[in-house]
């Protein structure tokens, strides 16, 4: 029992850095941006290539991988999601997004193949760690909580202590009102982005290792990116994960008691959750 919690923990965790973003910009600046997953699979790739090609320490590929995604990102931003901010509705953000989802596809596929590709990792990230006697779990899981959960506390802290993060809230909130205080809001929002794309980047980094990764990424896990912004709420930080730990704990549960139907559990779970709350568990209506 004890190891089938930490697994759904672990899960949980990743699955939070990896929804997070997504959660940011739909909630935040009310952008619906499906090719969220490509940059996971883009910071996927980076660790792959630092690590397996050119023999990078893991650690080192973590915030590369992050940087990679932030600065893809932030050229997208600049050049193409930018037209997309004001007059443009809610469909032509999806299928803009999901066009861009496609040609990252076919793009990963040129360079990489279309076979899942394998890390290897760290000698310390392998193994059994022996908490009490009787219970051993993944040293790698063990690292997926600890960093996964830094993260949250690093980001929450960004969004609601400091400057930038209430620079952020007022330009959702109006972003005419903003810009007369002298506020940047447009290079506000260029970095908001490219940190959503960032943390989606270190999460397809960190999850390598226990999703697999290959050019199908970005569809293979958007629903769940998708059922976690939904049963936690957009535009919080507190919601998604949350949402992330309960279904990762039920979809890991499910799996190991229930397999015939395990799988399903997830779905339930957020159906259950949307019929008490539409809005989510911390849901807030977005302002932009």
């Known amino acids: ?13 990743l699955l939070f850095v990896l929804a997070v973003g997504l959660s940011v910009t739909l909630g935040l600046m009310n952008f619906v941006n499906l090719a969220h997953g490509a940059f996971a699979m883009l910071g996927g790739y980076v660790t792959v290539v630092m690590l397996n090609r050119f023999g990078v320490p893991f650690l080192l ?37 999901i066009g861009l989802v496609f040609m990252a596809m076919a793009l990963a596929d040129f360079i990489m193949g279309s076979q899942q590709q394998i890390v290897h990792m760290p000698a310390f990230l392998r193994g059994q760690v022996r908490l009490m006697p009787g219970v051993e779990v993944g040293a790698y899981r063990l690292f997926l909580i600890a960093s996964c959960g830094a993260t949250a506390l690093v980001l929450h802290f960004a969004l609601v202590r400091t400057r930038f993060g209430s620079r952020l809230r007022a330009g959702v909130d109006n972003a005419r009102t903003a810009r007369g205080l002298g506020i940047d809001v447009e290079r506000v929002f260029a970095l908001t982005f490219a940190a959503g794309s960032a943390l989606a980047g270190l999460g397809g980094a960190l999850g390598v290792e226990i999703l697999g990764l290959d050019p199908t990424f970005p569809v293979k896990y958007m629903v769940f990116f998708l059922i976690v912004v939904a049963v936690g709420g957009s535009g919080t930080v507190t919601g998604p994960l949350l949402a992330s730990l309960v279904l990762g704990v039920c979809d890991a549960a499910g799996k190991y008691y229930l397999p015939q139907t395990g799988a399903f559990i997830i779905y339930a779970v957020m159906v259950a959750v949307l019929i008490l709350k539409p809005q989510g568990l911390f849901g807030r209506a977005a302002a932009r």
């Open 61 to 97: 590929c973590l915030p590369a991988a992050a940087l990679a995604a932030g600065a893809a990102g932030v050229i997208l931003e600049r050049t193409l999601y930018r037209r997309l901010y004001e007059g443009a509705s809610h469909l032509d953000q999806v299928l803009f997004s």
């Open 1 to 13: 029992m004890v190891t089938v919690l930490f697994d759904g923990i672990a899960w949980g965790t």
